[in-house]
């Protein structure tokens, strides 16, 4: 097993430079790897996957050339003689060995599709469940209209994290998903590292993923859920597991205390948001949106739709409803000095 | 046609009658509509816990009574296309009322079932697929007397009789299936409960 | 048994005086009158294809309106509920108002002519199954027009479908909608299942009906099982959003994955009931114009049955992502891979059908050589998706919607094309300009691929399916700019097919009975045919009558000219199953209203249920319409011979 995994993987890192050439060449404008892209992978769950896609993904190439060279050829090389004007002046035929061609066709493809199934099942097998002998990191994602939460689980009720839309984990230690559907059915998709999985309302479903090297892996929800279903993105963001250690700590302290001259966001804030959103240390302590205790430590805004930069921020708290028509954050017109007052608060949530 | 020497009926005869091969297409999409509602009830059954149904033991006060009138309908909807067939007119048209009769039976003991429940089609998923699938069979039920009560007029009209039965063989073939099908909806909402 | 009401059909020719008569029992009232009570398969057959082009129209326009939104990243042309409600429709108008009905068209057209019969089992069933559609469809168009389209996708999921997170009235048209229309795809179906069993000519024995049959009554048989289906968790839909049921709610214990296995138990076959009348009409379009007879007749017809069949067995697949245990989840990706060797049997044996005749190059052949290409494309990104772990990753990106475009548009619409090419001059006595046609051909194919072999690649770059936009700099800017050039070159060649329908209506070459030479009986009769499509009844000794002499391939002698004649009031042959023996001579109802009667009954029911709050009564009204033209209906009648035979 350990063998054909560390072929596989070797297959794959040949693969992907080769992978990247022919890809980047369709995706001119993106200087970067296409972010969603499925055909380069990382990670002991990605590798075997990657390999059966470009697998199959070829053999599907050979056999569309082959027919279609067939069908091409054996119309033009077998027509009619041009100038016959009735149809009836081209003479019947029968018989013939067709069905000999046939039978060799069916043959080949029996052959190639018993030996797809044999990978398939080899790699549902191989990726089913994280590697044993790693003792996995647990997170509980929530899916709803138009967000993702995190719960980073642990014994210990004081270490339970939660925060929203990026995903700090540990280069080389699995991560357990679990996946719980808030409102309607999402589905979570990093296709770097791991296969879609479905987040139901009334069921649990877990699937894993590992990363093996440091790196942010852009992610989306693939289930159609309403309106906003095309701004869901998310980032599940690896880090060396010492980084990752100083991230989730920083990430448990509640918020810094306002300085003075934030005082009076802070209260705009608590008055405005804080039925909806937490920041841990304040009055605000609503669940129904992202906790944006440490909001300034995520690269994106509103799942993944805005860069995080200040500008975006006052656009964002000013006109929600224009840039994400639909989704659950109201317009609250505020003021132009309160909504100043709120964006510096909120970029003092490091 | 140069075997055409023998001569073939004429008309809507026996089973070479085209609506019998259509009453067995109907039959056969109506029974893949009970096995989908049936599937969903066993679907169901099989996700949540056993204390999903709000009566652990249904009674079998009415359903046991309502079953019994299904099935001496059926068998009076038999003796009736089989009175036909020997031409005993008179004993067809008694079958077909008496029948039509246990079939009102079955409505009215049915009725007395959904009064009898302590819960309403909107009180949970037990209770909405309860009445969903006791409500299919009910209007299945009533189509069917609706037919039964047709072709019994078309008798006494002296529309049909033995020279023209397949009306009452494909009325008598969708009866069958309507009895067929509230077995399986009695075994399915009555007895599988007893063997959790 | 004996009977009193028999008969001893006389054998003989048609003579002048003959068909005159046949002419006179046969032939549709003019006028109004004629139009709303006709049972003329023929007539049916055609408003059938020309309602499926008008909704084919309908959801082209929806789509380039989608491809415009998404030319560029960040666009704003639509707002996210009007996308979200234009694409549901394309979904709703391409699968269920278009891909089926046309099939339904041509072979309610051309089944009694091909199969030697004077009308379906039940042409007012034929009927009622178009009136059906019709008003369905304009039913579900009603919502979109109101602005209460259906906005969950074609597949409809809950709880996005659910009253809480979607109010308004666009789930209840859909749903109701949907049960309405199933009630006409299901009478349909059993009208196609039971006119293959019985309604053929005499000596056509099950192992010589023309190859396309086969393909139409595989997708009826398998209507008839899984339209229940859909119909059913459509209707539980509606009652949790209307009477609080909780079939779906799982606050009350109710199962969202239940729908989805509900509607792909459905969703799946009826994929396959979408193409293999398609892939019918090339199996009998394609060889006539190879000039031979299709390779392997039996291993195709055997192809069909087991691809239904398997067929049943794949649902799963499109719920790998449910989290499902994998031994179930295996099994099904093992049929899901295993149905791909019918597919390659009869993909291969038209391949050797081209190499092994004489290919002359018509739009037709074009249309249905370039089917078997399409057809390979869609077949393969179909047996990926079948692969578990990719489908993983496949799944719900742009490489589903450029697989299902290869199919549905390969091996539905192309083929189509090509149909219409090859039986137009059959339906109007005129032939389709070839010019034109050619053109029509091209601009089609090459837009077509423009659009949707790149989609491949924008689903490989990972671009999810029903997103409304994008942004920009992902990859996906160039590739989704040349879909939608494609997408307008792919109009400009729908339009190029619809301009030769009409200049060569008004001024076509005349076509005569059998413009291609070809070997099925309905070329048999004059183009257009007569009302009673065969004055008399041919009698069928091989699988190719009209070629029989130059292949040398029957036993006896087909005979198109000399048979029985039967004339009293509409009659036709009913034949066993198996062999083609005539075992009855059936009698054919008359022009009747209480199709159309029905239908508008059934409308007012299901109008009343969609606005039960305020018009329920309207349901009751519509209900006693029914039932009462139901009675009518099926009311005998003395001249229909029910004990006593009536005077000729």
Known sequence: MNAINRDTRRASRALAPLAFGILSLFALPARAAPPLTYMIGDGPKAYPVVSLTWGLLIISLIVITIMTVLVCLGAVHRRSPRGDLSIEAVPLLHGGAGLRWVGFGVVITGIVLFGSLIWTMAVLARVSNPPAGKSPLTIEITGQQWWWKARYLSADPSKVLTTADEFHIPVGQPVRVKLIGADVIHNFWVPALTGKMQAIPGKINETWLEASKPGRYRGQCTEYCGWQHAHMAFFVVADPPDVFQAWLTKQLEPAAPASAQDQHGQQLFQQHCGLCHTVRGTLAGGTVAPDLTHVMSRETLAAGTLPNTPGNLVGWVANPQSIKPGNNMPDLFLSGPDLTDITTYLRTLK | MTDAASALPVGSVDRRASGWYGVLCLIATESALFVYLLFSYYYSAVQLPPTWTPEPHPSFAYSLPATIAMLLSSAAVWWSTRSLHGRALGAHRLGLAFAIILGLIFFAFEGLEWASKPYMLSSNLYSSLFFTITGFDLAHLAIGIVGLCAVLIWSLLGYLDYRRESPTVIMAAYWHFVTAVWIAIFFTLYITPYFR | MTFQVERVPHAGTATPSFRQRLEHIWETEPGVAGFFSTVDHKKIGIRYIITAFIFLAAGGI??????????????????????????????????????????????????????????????????????????????????????????????????????????????????????????????????????????????????????????????????????????????????????????????????????????????????????????????????????????????????????????????????????????????????????????????FCWTATIWTGRPVITTAFLFFASTIILFVIGGVSGFMTGSVPADWQLNDTYFVVAHIHYVLLGINVFPVCGALYYWFPKMTGRLLDERLGQWNFWTMFVGFNLAFLPMHLTGLLGMPRRIYTYPAGVGWDTLNMITTIGAFILAVGVLLLFINVVTSLIGGALAGANPWDAPTLEWSVPSPPPPYNFAVLPKVASRYPLWESRLQASRGASSVTEGALLDHERETFGVTPLDGEPDIILKMPFDSYAPFVLTVGTTAIFVGLLLHRHLWPLAIVGAVIAAASLLAWLWPERRLGQTVEAAP
């Not at chain 3, 299942?193 to 099950?206: D, H, Q």
């Not at chain 3, 799982?250 to 969202?256: A, D, E, I, L, R």
């Not at chain 3, 509607?263 to 009348?277: D, E, N, R, S, T």
């Not at chain 3, 049943?312 to 099904?332: D, E, K």
Request: glycine share 8%; proline share 6%.
């Open chain 3, 62 to 347: 929806e789509a380039l309106i989608l491809r415009l939104q998404l030319a560029r990243p960040n666009q704003n042309l639509l707002a996210p509920e009007q996308y979200d409600q234009l694409f549901s429709t394309h979904g709703m108008t391409m699968i269920f108002l278009y891909a089926l009905p046309v099939l339904s068209g041509f072979s309610n057209y051309l089944w009694p002519l091909i199969l030697g019969a004077r009308d379906m089992a039940f042409p007012r069933v034929n009927a009622l199954s178009y009136w059906l559609y019709v008003a369905s469809g304009i039913f579900m168009y009603v919502g979109f027009f109101m602005g209460a389209g259906p906005n969950d996708g074609w597949f409809n999921y809950v709880p996005y479908a659910n009253r809480t997170y979607n109010p308004g009235l666009s789930m209840d048209f859909y749903s109701l909608g949907m049960v309405f229309l199933g009630i006409s795809t299901t009478v349909g179906a059993a009208n196609f299942v039971v006119t293959f069993l019985r309604l053929r000519a005499p000596g056509m024995s099950i192992n010589r009906l023309p190859v396309m049959t086969w393909g139409t009554l595989t997708a009826s048989a398998a209507n008839l099982l899984v339209v229940p289906s859909v119909s059913l968790a459509f209707f539980m839909l509606w009652l949790d959003r209307n009477f609080g049921t909780h079939f779906f709610d799982v606050s009350k214990g109710g199962q969202p994955l239940l729908w989805q296995h509900l509607f792909w138990i459905f969703g799946h076959p009826w994929v396959y009931a979408l193409v293999l009348p398609a892939m019918g009409m090339v199996s009998e379009g394609l060889p006539v114009f190879c000039r031979r007879p299709l390779v392997g007749y039996s291993a195709v017809v055997l192809a069909t049955l087991a691809t239904m069949t398997l067929g049943f067995g794949v649902w799963v697949h499109h719920m790998f992502a449910t989290g499902l245990p994998n031994l179930a989840m295996s099994f099904f990706s093992g049929i899901s891979l295993i149905i791909t060797i019918p597919s390659a049997v009869t993909v």
